[in-house]
């Protein structure tokens, strides 16, 4: 890297004097001096480079709100790289020697961006091998390697992702209304067109949801007051800007535990149910209704509740297999003069009349 280039930046960006982008680069560059990567200045030069970085980095702090400190100083770098990236490409600069030999020197650093302008899902492979499957119009910024302590990424749209196993690495999600954390598994990430709601469907695994205070894609805050939900597979968290509320709740259509990793691993979020059935054989001859919930339940990974203990007594004959979880309630209800209602993450089954 030229000394003189890097240098040049460095003064500029003690005076404020540089742009959005320059600062995010070399508050990057100087949090990569951490896992030691290597550098062409002498130890003398790093050791007075953190000196004065230490103290632009204090002088450019305004800490208004209360946050995780170590996750938004990361993300807040990275992600401003990120305004800055070609789709489909690594950074293109203009004009200035010392951004493009920071960039010379940290191809690691890179980030990309994929945009679906198709009508068909479009998938991308990360470096971790995770796979996100873009959905049409939608786009998503990543960084070209995942050398931090956490793995990044920048939706607009809707994806599914089947997140590779990491747990000394979590995996971020992060759309203007919401930042979703996972170690490994499967979900769906969605926005409304008008970008007023967003919403997770988890189809494995468990992930913790939260409230993206400022709104903005690449300038994330959450505070200790930010909400909060963790959601585990055919649950869904949604996020309405109108009243500022983030519920859970359960999926509009829940699978099977075969369905749902079939769907993870064939990467097709929509496509499940047309290549595995819904569920296995499921035919019943005067069997309990406690012992059909409780085999429901345990397929769905979804609670049901009997607001009277004497329906647990009631028997169903019939052939439920091949349909959805509603379906099948529908059709066990009917057959008692009962009805169920969703209850949060669970159902409740009520006005059972059985002798």
Not at 26 to 34: D, H, I, R
Not at 163 to 188: A, D, E, H, Q, R
């Amino acid at each position: 890297m030229d000394k003189r280039s890097f240098i040049d930046l460095l003064d500029r960006y003690q005076q404020d004097n540089c742009s959005e982008a320059e600062k995010m680069l070399v508050e990057q560059w100087y949090a990569s001096l951490e896992n030691k990567r290597s550098t062409s200045l002498s130890d003398q030069e790093l050791s007075e480079i953190s000196r004065r970085m230490e103290t632009a980095v204090f002088a450019h702090a305004h800490p208004k709100k209360s946050i995780h400190r170590k996750l938004y100083v990361r993300i807040s770098v990275a992600a401003a790289v990120a305004l800055i990236a070609v789709t489909g490409s690594l950074f293109i600069f203009s004009g200035n020697q010392a951004e493009h030999a920071f960039i010379k020197d940290h191809q690691e650093l890179a980030m990309l961006t994929e945009t679906n302008s198709t009508a068909n899902v479009q998938i991308v492979e990360l470096s971790d091998h995770s796979v996100v499957t873009l959905q049409p119009k939608a786009s998503i910024t990543y960084p070209k390697i995942f050398n931090g302590s956490d793995r990044p990424v920048y939706l607009k749209g809707d994806a599914f992702f089947a997140v590779s196993k990491n747990p000394k690495k979590p995996f971020y999600v992060y759309n203007n209304n919401l930042v979703v954390k996972v170690l490994g598994t499967s979900f769906f990430v969605k926005e409304s067109a008008n970008g007023k709601t967003a919403q997770v469907d988890v189809n494995t695994g468990k992930v913790q949801v939260d409230e993206n205070e400022n709104r903005s894609l690449f300038s994330v805050i959450i505070s200790h007051h930010a909400k909060t939900v963790h959601i585990t597979a055919n649950q869904k968290a949604v996020f309405n800007d109108r009243d500022q509320q983030l519920t859970k709740s359960l999926v509009d259509q829940p699978l099977t535990c075969a369905a749902r990793v079939m769907r993870a691993e064939i990467h097709a979020p929509n496509q499940a149910a047309e290549v595995v059935p819904l569920n296995s054989n499921y035919k019943f001859a005067e069997t309990t209704l406690k012992d059909i919930f409780k085999i429901l339940s345990y397929e769905y990974n979804i609670k049901i509740n009997v607001a009277d203990e004497s329906t647990n007594g009631c028997t169903f004959t019939g052939d439920i297999s091949n349909k959805g979880l509603y379906e099948q309630l529908s059709l066990i209800c009917q057959s008692v003069s009962g009805s169920y209602q969703i209850d949060g993450t669970s159902i409740l089954v009520k006005g059972i009349k059985c002798h």
